[in-house]
């Protein structure tokens, strides 16, 4: 300790005689403005800490505090004399290289700042400036001056020396580092180094993990099309070949098939213009893409595969689902031929969209009970095994939710089953998102078998207990935040709102139970809300039967070209704006225009509610502002949607359905909650989803479909998005 702070006042000490060398050269007037100007920069970085003490600290590391201290302190001054001192450099020259000293010192405390850049670079900054600086003096290339820093600690020095004989070779050296970071984003940069030696390199590496990138600039008429097109590497030069079929955004996601010689362009474009054979075929190799997964390889097509299978399989659900009126023998007419395999593949890309009668029925002719009647034995660990538990974490959770997890459970020996489950809640820290947990904490609030539920909390804990042990904070949050969840959620003798408010508590979040009716009110005390319709069949049907709720004598409505503006005449004002149903394309550019009205009259709407099908649900997002308290999805209650939704409005109580929303369920909801508002009360969801029920009730067909609607207070995915993002923003700070 005795040795460390000898060493701190020795730094503090060489820092101070440095300053005061200032005083010994004569520095003209019209340069020391950037004198200062690098003296404001040394200030700032020590500052950063909060102390104003001439000491840079960026880690708990001594050693590497005093090693950046002596670098933007002692350095720094030292360069500043040098340039100053340097009888060689004329005015222009001392202007620029002081200029760029001090342009060094601002990237880095800016990027630091932001988080952007490892603050312990700075030494290898200032050693590469200077080295840069003594090399371009000299007429010399500054290009090897570069290859020991971060893509943020080189992209802003070289631009200082952008009139050095080096500095195309420096610059296609920077973007390299940049590249092989981001190569999802690096394709459109490309086209301003087309002529740089790393290019295919980074193509090449571009086609490994997204070639349906490589496959657009490949067919296109650009130049960036005939340097793919010279590629020599195998991966690339087939991406070619594929390019050269009529049907090559079909055949791309088989490249590893391909690779591997199993199969053929030819016989792939023989193929691909029958939809059942094409769905046939992309079952059989998204097997085959699992077995490589599971043997430690990386396939290249997995991404592009899991896309097109979902566009495929989303035509056959919504084929289903819109003959839910049919007999049986008519509406399931599509999937006749289909194997087990193959309906496991639609059952598990239809999450977001799968109607409850689709999915499974009373006259077990939905897709799940014909999975299993086709299986002989009707063994699900044996389905399990032949599609390599291919996503089985997702099956499991919506078997969960549709009621059906029991009866798969039971479908294998008992052993299995427990294995199964083990399995389920295991390596939930070794995802790169939430996805799996969610899952678990989801359809934890499904499950009604005891046994079941005591057997997952067990597993739950032994999981937590092993993340504990190994030191994983990650896996530690996880684990005790379901845990938490789940202990609260089956506490016994509590009512729905005792078990929210408990759950509130225990996970140190908001109320979740309900919303103030204050929360909602603009400055004025005015309730803003947002509605989404599309331009199809269903939006506009739907838009219409919206509309009739709105009485002349309780409502005034103003349509122009492109919304309608719903203001109440009674009760706390209220003013809900809906874009208008116009025919695709119209329909998004008539919500542009409202978002855009609603930006330049800072009007912030407090409750958005989205009235349409899961593929229009990406621009609703798109338009959702951070002010959100409630959001109505209606249908798409998937992870992704509900992270985005708490990304953007980490406050918001999320309405999800596990299927297809209707208005005959989303119209009562919404005419709930406008009641409630107008009435200027809290939003109570556990005493408002009681009414809902009730009113439900005597409808068996409406009652079912209610029944699939998640209230906030029941959320459990999301109530754990809320939780675990409190809580590592919490750690962070």
């Not at 389905?383 to 479908?411: C, E, H, Q, W, Y």
């Not at 539920?453 to 896996?475: I, M, P, S, T």
Request: aromatic content about 10%; charged content about 25%.
């Amino acid at each position: 300790m005795r040795k460390i702070l000898l060493l701190l006042m020795l730094v503090a000490s060489q820092s101070s005689w440095v300053h005061a060398q200032n005083g010994h050269v004569q520095i003209p007037i019209n340069r020391q403005g950037i004198h200062d100007n690098i003296d404001k920069e040394q200030a700032a970085a020590s500052k950063f800490d909060g102390k104003a003490d001439d000491f840079v600290k960026v880690s708990e590391d001594q050693t590497i505090n005093l090693q950046v201290t002596n670098a933007i302190m002692k350095d720094v001054d030292n360069m500043q004399m040098d340039i100053e001192r340097d009888s060689a450099l004329d005015h222009r020259l001392k202007v620029k290289y002081l200029t760029g000293l001090y342009s060094v010192l601002k990237d880095y405390n800016q990027k630091r700042a932001r988080g952007i850049i490892e603050p312990e670079e700075a030494p290898a900054m200032i050693t590469a400036y200077r080295d840069m600086m003594r090399a371009d003096i000299k007429g010399k290339s500054i290009a090897p001056y570069i290859k020991n820093l971060s893509f943020g600690g080189s992209e802003r020095i070289i631009e200082i020396f952008h009139d050095n004989q080096g500095y195309k070779d420096a610059r296609g050296e920077v973007f390299s580092k940049y590249a092989f970071n981001n190569l999802e984003t690096v394709m459109p940069k490309l086209q301003g180094y087309l002529d740089f030696p790393g290019t295919d390199s980074i193509i090449a590496a571009v086609a490994r993990k997204y070639p349906n990138q490589v496959l657009t600039y490949a067919t296109s008429y650009t130049p960036m099309a005939n340097v793919i097109k010279r590629n020599q590497d195998p991966v690339v030069q087939l991406i070619v070949r594929i390019g050269q079929s009529p049907q090559s955004t079909k055949i791309l996601p088989f490249i590893d098939q391909l690779m591997d010689g199993s199969i053929s362009v030819e016989k792939l474009e023989k193929i691909v213009d029958n939809d059942y054979q094409y769905y046939k075929q992309m079952v059989k190799s998204m097997v085959a893409l699992q077995k490589m997964k599971a043997e430690g390889r990386n396939p290249f097509g997995m991404k592009a595969m899991m896309e097109n299978m979902q566009a495929k399989s989303l035509l056959y659900i919504r084929e289903v689902n819109d003959l839910h009126e049919d007999p049986a023998n008519v509406r399931f007419r599509i999937v006749k031929d289909f194997t087990p395999e193959e309906l496991y593949y639609l059952i598990i890309n239809g999450q977001e969209e799968l109607y409850t009668s689709s999915y499974t029925n009373h006259n077990n002719a939905g897709l799940y009970d014909q999975m299993m009647a086709r299986m002989k034995p009707p063994r699900g660990d044996s389905l399990l095994m032949m599609v390599n538990f291919d996503r089985f974490k997702k099956f499991i959770a919506m078997a969960a939710g549709f009621n059906t997890l029991d009866n798969f459970l039971k479908s294998m020996a008992p052993e299995n089953s427990n294995y199964l489950m083990q399995k389920y809640v295991q390596n939930l820290e070794k995802t790169e998102d939430l996805e799996d947990a969610v899952d678990v904490a989801n359809s934890f609030g499904s499950i009604r078998d005891e046994k079941l539920l005591n057997f997952l909390r067990a597993e739950v804990k032994k999981n937590l207990a092993y993340v504990k042990k190994h030191n994983d904070r990650r896996g530690t949050v996880i684990y005790q935040l379901l845990t938490s969840l789940f202990e609260t959620e089956s506490a016994k003798g509590e009512n729905d709102s005792s078990k929210a408010s408990d759950i509130a508590a225990e996970l140190s979040l908001p109320p979740i139970n309900y919303v103030g009716f204050n929360t909602l009110q603009n400055d004025s005390g005015r309730v803003y809300q947002q509605v989404f319709f599309y331009g199809d069949k269903d939006g506009q049907e739907s838009y219409a039967s919206f509309m009739t709720n709105f009485p002349s004598s309780e409502w005034r409505a103003v349509k122009n070209k492109y919304w309608v503006t719903i203001t109440s005449l009674k009760g706390k004002p209220t003013t809900i704006y809906a874009n208008l149903p116009i025919d695709e394309p119209g329909d998004k550019e008539a919500i542009q225009r409202l978002s855009e009205y609603l930006d330049e009259n800072d009007i912030h709407p407090t409750v958005f509610i989205h009235r349409g099908h899961s593929y229009h649900i990406n621009t609703t997002l798109d338009n959702l502002q951070s002010s959100a308290k409630i959001v109505v999805l209606g249908s798409c209650g998937g992870y992704h949607n509900l992270a985005t939704v708490l990304e953007k409005s980490p406050e918001a109580h999320i309405i999800s359905s596990k299927q297809v929303g209707t208005r005959f369920v989303n119209e009562p909801i919404i005419h709930s909650l406008e009641d409630v508002v107008r009435a200027g009360k809290n939003v109570d969801w556990v005493v408002m989803w009681a009414q809902l029920a009730k009113k439900f009730a005597p409808d068996a067909r409406n009652r079912e479909l209610f029944s699939d609607y998640v209230p906030p207070h029941k959320n459990l995915g999301a109530i754990f998005i809320k939780a675990y993002r409190q809580i590592m923003k919490d750690e962070k700070k």
